[in-house]
Every structure is written in C-alpha cells, then in structure tokens.
C-alpha cells in the first residue's frame, strides 16, 4: 500500500518540501520565543510574541484561501518562498550589528505567518492534484507522519544551537529551508485549470464577495458544514487543556512535572504516528462517521485526564489521545479534499485554518482565566466530557444518512 503510492515521485517531493518546510517552522517558532524572552525578560511580552503568530490568520486566512484558489498555485508559492529569504535573514543582520529589538522580532513574525496564511492553502490544495481517490489516504497519512515526525524532532535539531549560544541562526537555518523548500516546488508537476478557477480576481467580484460566496456553499454542503463546526468545538475544549492545563496538572500533582510532560509528549508523538501508519490499513476510505469516532475517542483521553490520580492514568490517557487525533485529523483533511471542488481547496483549508486558531484563542482566554477560579481537574471532565457528547450528538445524527447520502464531489479533477 504505502510502496505503491510512494513510487509516484511528485509524492515524494511533495512530501520532503513538507518535511523541510515544517522544520523551518519549528525552529522558527522556538527562535522568535526565546529570542522574545531574552530580549525583553517579560513573559508578556513572549505571550504578545506567541499571539502574533496566530493573529494574522484571523486577519488574512479567509482571503489567503480566495488567492490560493485564483492564481496558479505553483507561481504563488515559489514567490512566497522567495520573498520569505530576505525577511527573515534580515533579523540576522540586524541582530550581528547589535541593533536587534523585540519590535523587529514582532514586526518579522508577523510578516512571515501572514505570508503563510496564502502559502499553507496553497501547498495542502496540492496534494489533490498529484494523487488519485484511491491514495488520498496513504498520502495524507504520510503527509502528517512526515510533520509530526518533525515537529518531534525539531527541538532536539535545535539544541546544538540553544548550547552554543547562536540561536539567531535558527533563522539563517530556516532561510536555508526556503530554498531547499523551492527546489522541490520545482520539481513538482500538475496540471492546473485555472480557467475554470472562477477566475475570482480576474471578475468585478472582490475577495470580500468570494468568501462571501464560499459561505454560501458551505451553508449547503451538510458533510462540510458539520465537518467545520465539529472541529471549532472538538479544538475550542481540547487546547487549553492540552497545551496549558497537562502542564500545570504534572506539576501540581507529581515530582518532576516538567520532565514527566515532556516524557509523556514523546510517547505521544511516537503513538500519532504509530496510528498514521496504521490508518491506511484500516480504512481506504474515510467518513464523517470516521471523524466523529476519532474525535470521541479523542475526548475520551482528555477525560480520563480529569480522573487520573497514578502515573500509569495520564500514560493510558496519552495513548487514548494518540489513537482518536489522528484519526479524527486525517479524516477532517480527506473529507475537505473529497468534498470541495478543487476551485474551493484553497479556501476551506483557509476557512479550516482560521478556526483552528479562532477556537485556539477562545480556548487559552476562557479556561485559562477559569483555572484561577476551578480546578484543573475539573475542567478536563468538563472539556472532555463536551468533546464526547458534542461528537456523539453528531454521529447519531449522520450515521443514518451516510448509508443514502450523495456521492462526493471528486474534487472535480
């Protein structure tokens, strides 16, 4: 299964500009934090740094999606890494004349995720275009193996550079992965009807009216429709308690918390991929019913979360997790690319963007001021428990029809 899809060439370059472009991200993301502290000594200031990498696809996700699906994407994304070079290099510059500020980390920051809000639609719109039906699952599965193989891997690259002092060079490393990034662009082929694009900036119609008209759609697309509020609500009560509240449960509770989470975040990641690979096995292809399963056993881990007073509890309620999310994800990403006509690819991954980092927002604000007020482990049976319910109401209701329910749209390849 896995050997036959990856003989198809434009799948491994895909893949390997995945893979460098993701570990650009990581080390990126871990320069602009650290370098934030260091600079400024304020743990505000760092979070101010942290929101402005979210930010920009709340500003310019949605029309990120419209260009995406009105140019020719693969012109679109070698400008973008292109343009990516001399932006984030120029902090190296700065910062080896002794000029560096917190505004110019702030000012780069924001400049480089808004120019990801037009590329990461783009490039997961691809996929489609170089796989059939049939492989779309393999590929997805590799594609989020190869990411999560990454961002588990990415800090350990790192280290190196945290010992000798030259985190700056986080920077001159990811300009590197730009242009290793173009080069595998480049040796991607695919044929692109851009005529039939709806030619969304070449017509009297604004971006504003595209996504207008793209909401429109999704109003009467039930499989979609529910795919997206399902996913705003399983991510709104899953962050806080999964980025923040794990954390500060470890601490409070067992010697070594900080060590313990890192401990239990790897056999995590090792389990995520563990189910990636497996998943291809299991289900060629995948159903809304699929996704509502993954994300219920997903709210199932976070549960047991609530209840764990051994360590042995949070190892089984890390593995339950590392079952349902990955399923719950692959699935979310075949469903949009089985259902959405190619010329909309673009912006429901920008849509499907925009409220993961809505929903991820929302979630830090409100539990993370509620923690001050509940405890921590009343708020994983609350969020967990919704996460069940929310999932189970939703199954109940389309189980039924998937049996007499239309075909997909093909992507109208």
Not at 27 to 47: D, H, K, N, P, V
Not at 213 to 219: A, D, L, P, Q, Y
Request: aromatic share 14%.
């Amino acid at each position: 299964m896995y050997s036959s899809v990856l003989k198809n060439r434009m799948i491994l370059y895909y893949l390997a500009g995945a893979g460098i472009s993701q570990l650009g991200n990581v080390i990126t993301g871990l320069a602009f934090l650290f370098l934030s502290y260091e600079r400024t000594q304020s743990s505000i200031l760092t979070t101010v740094m942290a929101i402005t990498q979210a930010a920009p696809y709340l500003l310019f996700g949605l029309a990120g999606g419209v260009i995406a699906d009105s140019v020719n994407k693969k012109r679109l994304l070698l400008w973008i890494d292109i343009i990516r070079v001399p932006i984030i290099l120029s902090l190296v510059f700065i910062y080896q004349m002794n000029l560096l500020g917190f505004w110019h980390l702030i000012v780069v920051s924001f400049l480089i995720q808004s120019l990801g809000c037009f590329y990461n639609p783009a490039y997961r719109a691809v996929l489609p275009l170089i796989t059939s039906v049939e492989d779309r699952t393999v590929a997805n599965s590799l594609f989020d193996i190869v990411t999560r193989g990454v961002q588990m891997l990415g800090p350990i690259f790192s280290i190196g550079l945290i010992n000798s002092k030259q985190i700056i060079h986080f920077f001159t490393i990811d300009a590197l992965t730009y242009v290793v990034s173009i080069f595998f662009i480049l040796k991607l082929h695919w044929k692109e009807n851009n005529d039939a694009a709806d030619k969304l900036l070449n017509t009297t119609d604004s971006i504003f009216s595209s996504i207008i008209g793209f909401f429109i759609w999704v109003k009467g697309e039930n499989v979609v429709k529910t795919l997206l509020f399902v996913t705003f609500w399983i991510v709104f009560f899953h962050t806080w308690v999964w980025q923040v509240g794990l954390l500060l449960q470890l601490i409070e509770t067992q010697n070594n918390g900080e060590q313990l989470y890192s401990i239990l975040m790897g056999c995590y990641g090792a389990g995520v991929i563990t189910v990636n690979i497996l998943i291809p096995f299991l289900w060629k292809k995948l159903t809304l019913s699929t996704y509502l399963i993954g994300s219920i056993v997903w709210g199932v881990g976070i549960l047991v979360f609530g209840f764990a007073t051994h360590l042995s509890t949070y190892f089984i309620g890390i593995l339950i997790a590392a079952v349902g999310l990955p399923i719950s994800g692959l699935a979310r990403v075949y469903l949009i690319q089985t259902w959405t006509p190619i010329n909309r690819l673009g912006r429901a991954f920008s849509l499907n963007a925009v409220l993961l980092y809505g929903s991820n927002v929302l979630s830090l604000s409100l539990f993370g001021a509620l923690s001050s007020l509940v405890g921590i482990r009343y708020i994983f049976v609350f969020c967990g428990s919704m996460m069940v319910i929310g999932s189970l109401v939703y199954l109940f209701r389309v189980f039924p029809s998937e049996k007499t329910g239309r075909n997909s749209v093909e992507t109208f390849k």
